[in-house]
């Protein structure tokens, strides 16, 4: 619900909300690549409208490459107008071993063969061998759970990898039919509804007491995988607490482990799917009087044009510019010498006086896991040169300064938007979008950006949120335009930062070239950028 299906996107976003199983399916392309897919056709991803296309008939390069994106239609929360890439990015259909590649190694991962790649004991054979290949040579074995509607394929791949754990289902069958499947194919497991297992949220139906009898008698390594088949597929706080009390219950499905937004009002989930507790409770920055104890604020650059205070938010005040700012092409080479001289030598100090920003740095470190939650608003919509970042890094924050600084000695690119290297962090980047950020390494210009998403030219408030499981991090927005709840606009693993980092709130301005015209330049404009409602919580062990 938070990210399209299926994707590297919604697999690290779900594990850094807490999942314990990632579950996804696979389909076999015309040139016998496996690659992840709920539909044997693309037409609901991608919104192709004339006739169906099917994975089996294309190859891997026509997919990934033949001008489908995989997001078209991805809209969560039905909001008109809205699209989750606005630039020629799009989103790709992934093979399985580039996904199993960068899935984290400490979770399980439940895979579906489906059933539209096997319409033939030819294509089966194929499908089947390919996949096992794929697990065998990555050392998976242990760590897959396979289900199939097609029986057939999973006898086979019980010959290619003896001992792989695999559940059966057929939704089609009635509940007797469905216990006889799982005894006659001697799974480990049986995939089925959560309603055929549980009445009234607490209470095991006949066929869940059946199941329970089964995997105890047989002593299954698996039992009942649950799927909840409503929509949203979502869980209630009862179902989870009666299911995780029965020993036969190996896994529930859910489309989010943060929430769901319907008729205007927001349920969350992760309080109880993913439990937390408050490690800075929700803080709006009431009043003019900064927490010392918590917070610190700082500048990324030495003028007279950015000024940071506290009142009811912190407030990062961009005033008007009428400093300096680059002069156009002279006729004289002399003289054109000399004024790109001079802008070089600015750039090399980096004292551009059109570049002004900071923010709030939180001064205590967190340690491990944690997700933080931010709202901001501006005065002005975004306009290029542009941006509010919450981000994390390595490097700790300056000395709180209640002033503006008066020389370089007393700014820190720890509150520079995109500094202090390594670091990952979500933005509202310009007008363009919504983003995920990150550097690996130690250079500013080592920084990487992930493509816009949703609209970032309208919304005046929204919400930032990052999540951290281990090495791995998801970057989410939220809207009053046009994403009412979550969605993820990227995720990255990033070893390169310390288990102990430090959290920071920032926004900035700058001089830009335009893209048509790189000897001129966009307005430096004046913007107040807000943030409020700072918070982080992290995962009770």
């Known amino acids: 619900m938070h990210a399209p299906e299926n994707t590297l996107l919604s697999m690290i976003s779900a594990y850094t909300s807490g999942a314990s199983v990632l579950e996804f399916d696979v389909q076999l392309t015309k040139d016998n690549e496996v690659v992840i897919s709920h539909d044997g056709t693309i037409n609901r991803l991608t919104g192709e409208t004339l006739g169906d296309i099917f994975i089996k008939d294309l190859t891997l390069n026509e997919l990934r490459w033949g001008n489908y994106d995989f997001s078209e239609t991805f809209n969560p929360n039905k909001v008109n107008g809205f699209q989750y890439y606005r630039t020629k990015k799009r989103c790709q259909i992934e093979r399985l071993q580039d996904l199993l590649d960068q899935l984290p190694a400490d979770i399980e991962k439940l895979i579906e063969l489906k059933h539209d790649s096997s319409p033939t004991e030819e ?59 799982l005894i006659v194919e001697k799974a480990d497991g049986l995939v089925t509804d959560l309603d055929s297992v549980l009445d009234n949220e607490t209470t095991l139906t006949d066929f869940g007491k059946d199941l329970q009898k089964i995997y105890t008698d047989k002593n299954l390594s698996i039992g009942a995988i649950i799927y909840p088949f409503r929509k949203p597929g979502v869980v209630t706080k009862k179902e989870v607490a009666t299911l995780h009390s029965l020993n036969f219950v190996w896994s529930v499905s859910t489309d989010s482990l943060i929430g769901t937004y319907a008729n205007g009002q927001a349920t969350e989930f992760s309080t109880w799917l993913y439990p937390q507790y408050n490690w800075l409770p929700l803080f709006s920055f009431e009043g003019a009087k900064v927490d010392r104890d918590w917070f610190a604020f700082g500048y990324a650059k030495s003028n007279k044009y950015c000024f940071i205070s506290q009142q009811d938010g912190v407030h990062i005040e961009l005033k008007k510019y009428n400093g300096f700012l680059p002069l156009p092409e002279d006729p004289d080479p002399v003289a054109n010498r000399l004024k790109n001289l001079e802008l070089r030598l600015m750039y090399a100090e980096k004292s551009w006086p059109f570049y002004s920003g900071g923010g709030v740095g939180v001064i205590k470190p967190i340690e491990g896991d944690f997700i933080a939650t931010v709202d901001y608003e501006m005065i002005n919509p975004m306009s290029q040169a542009q941006t509010l970042e919450m981000a994390v890094t390595n490097v700790d924050p300056a000395a709180h300064r209640d002033k503006p600084p008066v020389s370089f000695r007393d700014i820190d690119a720890f509150y520079d938007p995109h500094g202090c290297p390594p670091y990952v962090g979500v933005e509202h980047d310009e007008n363009d979008g919504y983003r995920i950020n990150w550097n690996l390494g130690s250079d500013y210009d080592n920084n990487q950006y992930g493509s816009p998403v949703g609209d970032g030219n309208t919304p005046k408030t929204g919400s ?13 927005y939220k809207n009053s335009v046009d994403a009412p709840y979550w969605i993820c606009v990227g995720v990255v693993k990033n070893a390169t930062l310390n288990n102990r980092i430090f959290l920071r709130c920032v926004a900035k301005r700058w001089l830009q070239e335009k893209e048509d015209d790189h000897t001129s330049y966009y307005e430096v404009e004046a913007n107040t950028f807000s943030f409020k409602n700072l918070q982080i919580t992290k995962p009770i062990k």
């Open 123 to 181: 294509m089966r054979k194929t499908f089947v061998s390919l996949f096992a290949s794929v697990i065998i040579q990555r050392g998976l074995q242990q760590q897959v759970v396979v289900y199939s509607k097609d029986k057939l394929s999973l006898r086979l791949l019980k010959q290619y990898i003896p001992g792989i754990r695999t559940a059966v289902f057929d939704w089609e069958l009635s509940t007797a039919d469905q216990l006889q499947l």
């Open 464 to 476: 930032l949120r990052l999540e951290r499981r281990g090495d791995y991090f998801s970057a989410y």
